[in-house]
């Protein structure tokens, strides 16, 4: 197997099920990559969107 190096953590893993990639780049796990576009001011302005959407989905059913 190869080692891959993790884009967000830096950290050295093997080529494996849980490799992600993302705009050509290596991450480790789904947590890596969450923080890597959270990092990204405009992925995050769309996550805080998708996320006021469902909260008033979900109370506009009671």
Do not use: P
């Amino acid at each position: 197997m190869d080692k891959l190096r993790c884009a967000y953590c830096q950290d050295d893993f093997e080529d494996g099920n849980e490799v992600i990639v993302h705009e050509h780049e290596y991450y480790c796990n789904t947590q890596c990559l969450a923080g890597h576009l959270l990092d990204n001011t405009e992925y995050e302005e769309k996550i805080i969107k998708k996320e006021w959407i469902v909260y008033d989905n979900d109370h506009s059913n009671h």
